[in-house]
C-alpha cells in the first residue's frame, strides 16, 4: 500500500516556474515507477512525464518536452516535477502516481498505475 500526497501547486503567470512534490509513504517506494498527469474538467486525464522504478528512464509528453523535468529522491520517497515557462494550457489537476516496478513502454497509461494521488491544482494565467 502506498498514499501519495502532492503539493506545490497555484496560480502563477505564463513564463513562471512551479515545482510539484509529491510525498509517499510505503517502505518499498523504490521499486515503483512514478508517473505525473494532468486533468481539465471534462476532458480525459493527460500523461505528463514518469519516471523508472530504477531512476534510468524518463518519458514526456510532448507539450511538455523541454519544459518540465521529473525526478525522484527515494531516501525521502518524494517525487518532483520541475515546471519552467508554463503556459496557460498547462492549466489543470495535477495528480502523481507510482506503478509497481513499472515499464517505461506503458508508463503514459493512467491504467498501469496502482496508485494515485488526491491531485493539486495548478492555473497559469496568460
Known amino acids: 500500500q502506498v498514499q501519495l500526497v502532492e503539493s506545490g501547486g497555484g496560480l502563477v503567470q505564463a513564463g513562471d516556474s512551479l515545482r510539484l512534490s509529491c510525498a509517499a509513504s510505503?517502505?518499498?517506494?523504490?521499486?515503483?515507477?512514478v508517473g505525473w498527469f494532468r486533468q481539465v474538467q471534462g476532458k480525459e486525464r493527460e500523461f505528463v512525464a514518469s519516471?523508472?522504478?530504477?531512476?534510468?528512464?524518463?518519458r514526456y509528453a510532448d507539450s511538455v518536452k523541454g519544459r518540465f523535468t521529473i525526478s525522484r529522491d527515494n531516501g525521502k520517497k518524494m517525487v518532483y516535477l520541475q515546471m519552467n515557462s508554463l503556459k496557460p494550457e498547462d492549466t489543470a489537476v495535477y495528480y502523481c502516481a507510482v506503478q509497481y516496478f513499472g515499464e517505461p513502454s506503458n508508463s503514459d497509461r493512467s491504467s498501469s498505475y496502482n496508485y494515485w494521488g488526491q491531485g493539486t491544482q495548478v492555473t497559469v494565467s496568460s
Open positions: 519516471l523508472s522504478w530504477n531512476g534510468r528512464t524518463t
Open positions: 510505503g517502505r518499498t517506494f523504490s521499486n515503483y515507477a
